[in-house]
């Protein structure tokens, strides 16, 4: 059965070539991994760096929509989307059109030696899309990492002050400087130290587990910043307004607003890092827009170009241009072949309306996942927004309590989705949460069948450990 998606704002044959040509449904037909996945398994061995690791060994042959093909012609339900990447589904024919011809017209030129159209069109709907209505401008980057680095740089520049403020749980990637803000030791930072100075990490707002609404657990960092920091040595407090890696720890109604509230009255700047949330993922355009957070920087990458890799730091035109001539760049940020693709992104997200396509998808899943909460005490929290759903599974009977974290369990599950042909990622501190960020142009029907394999497993795991 083919499930074409609705594709208003593309040509008719591109859609049919990278939709129509791959089924939208699951479909084993060997074993997972099959042999031409174990054949490459074997040669990567050989040469690919151990530090290297992935999820489930399985190669891909082609994706599209909601699936992916892999080598031996098994059809997985893809709930992970590169992790948050291929948010318009891989291959979206916007994309490969705007790819396509940039890449036959020019490859690089490098935008601080000759520069092009491209770059300047991904700014300009970068201003129109992000928080705010200043006055903003853009520098691009590569990686959702060196656009932290940047949005960083800028801050420390234009404050004159040194200090960052990152929170517990926290990710924000694995160079130098963004080690040294990502809260977890295993497997981020553990022998990679010494850290760079100057970044102090405070309790954020984690409504299952501290119990505090959003004003007391603000309350609590800021006083924690005020006596151990100084605020008067605060260039920039970084946070992800939804966190991703740590467990799509949502943050209580009100925290938000008021370190913004604090960063203002003191001089220091927020830094909203939306690499994970951007870009329609959790119903808007972005996830500060749900509390009308206005962040002084954005950090941006995963979602922003269907997986090309681009990323951007946009922010309040008098930061971004306090640096010098030449002190924000790099050879390849913000690649003509990168940008066409995240106009051709945007433009899918705009008319395919994927925050209205987010938002049937949050009802979907939280209705699934609650009928199954019902059943099994395991899951102690369901939680997310839009596209960014996960559950916190947990021992009820464990030995830290109610609460207990249940990483067996959560391991468990995952392997037993991958082996049906699932793909689903886990996350959180304790390596306890299950997450979910399917494409946003997956079908309700694929959904639903990945959430029945999922009920599956979790009724035959925790019938075997009753
Ligand atoms: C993934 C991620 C990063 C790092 O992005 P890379 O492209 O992997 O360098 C930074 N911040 C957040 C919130 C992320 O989810």
């Known amino acids: 059965m083919t499930e074409p998606l609705t594709s208003t704002g593309t040509t008719p044959e591109s859609s049919a070539a990278a939709v129509d040509g791959l089924p939208q449904e699951r479909r084993l037909v060997t074993e997972l991994p099959g042999p031409r996945s174990r054949e490459l398994t074997a040669r990567r061995q050989r040469v690919v760096a151990g530090g290297v690791s992935s999820m489930l060994p399985v190669y891909v042959q082609r994706a599209g929509g909601g699936i992916i093909e892999d080598v031996d012609g098994n059809r997985l339900i893809d709930l992970g989307s590169g992790i948050a990447v291929t948010s318009v589904g891989n291959s979206a024919p916007a ?102 100075a100057d970044v102090y990490r405070v309790p954020g707002s984690y409504p299952y587990r501290d119990g505090l609404d959003g004003a007391a657990a603000a309350a609590r960092a800021i006083d924690m910043i005020n006596v151990q920091v100084g605020a008067q040595n605060v260039a920039a407090v970084i946070i992800e307004p939804i966190q991703g890696e740590g467990g799509f720890i949502e943050p209580a109604p009100g925290f938000l607003p008021a370190i913004v509230e604090w960063a203002r009255a003191n001089g220091a700047l927020f830094i909203a890092d939306e690499v994970q949330t951007g870009f329609c993922r959790t119903g808007d355009w972005f996830a500060s827009d749900a509390e009308g957070v206005v962040p002084d920087l954005v950090t941006m990458a995963k979602g922003i170009a269907g997986g090309l890799p681009l990323a951007a730091v946009t922010g309040r035109a008098e930061l971004m241009d306090a640096v010098h001539p030449g002190g924000l760049g790099g050879t390849y940020g913000g690649n003509p072949v990168a940008c066409a693709a995240a106009l051709g992104a945007i433009e899918t997200m705009r008319e395919q309306d994927l925050r209205g396509a987010a938002h049937r998808i949050e009802e979907q899943m939280v209705r699934r996942l609650r009928e199954m909460q019902a059943v099994h005490p395991e899951i102690g929290d369901i939680r997310g927004r839009g596209g960014m759903i996960a559950v916190e599974l947990i021992d009820p009977d464990g030995a830290q309590g109610p609460q207990t974290p249940n990483p067996v369990l959560t391991g468990a599950l995952a392997r037993a989705c991958h082996a049906e042909g699932v793909v689903v990622l886990t996350a959180g501190t304790w390596g306890n949460v299950l997450r979910f960020l399917p494409p946003l142009v997956i079908s309700p029907e694929l959904l639903d069948e990945g959430l029945d394999v999922l009920s599956g497993a979790l009724d035959r795991l925790t019938a075997a450990t009753a």
């Open 95 to 196: 994309v490969v059109a705007g790819v396509t011809e940039q890449v036959a017209a020019f490859t690089h030129t490098c935008f601080m030696i000759a520069p092009y159209e491209g770059y300047v069109q991904v700014c300009e709907e970068l201003a129109a899309l992000t928080p705010g209505s200043h006055a903003k401008k853009t520098a691009l980057f590569n990686s959702g990492a060196e656009a932290v680095e940047n949005a960083i740089k800028v801050a420390r520049h234009a404050t004159g002050r040194t200090a960052v403020i990152a929170f517990d749980h926290a990710y924000h990637g694995r160079t130098s400087l963004t080690m040294a803000l990502t809260a977890k030791n295993m497997p981020y930072k553990q022998g990679f130290g010494p850290f760079p």
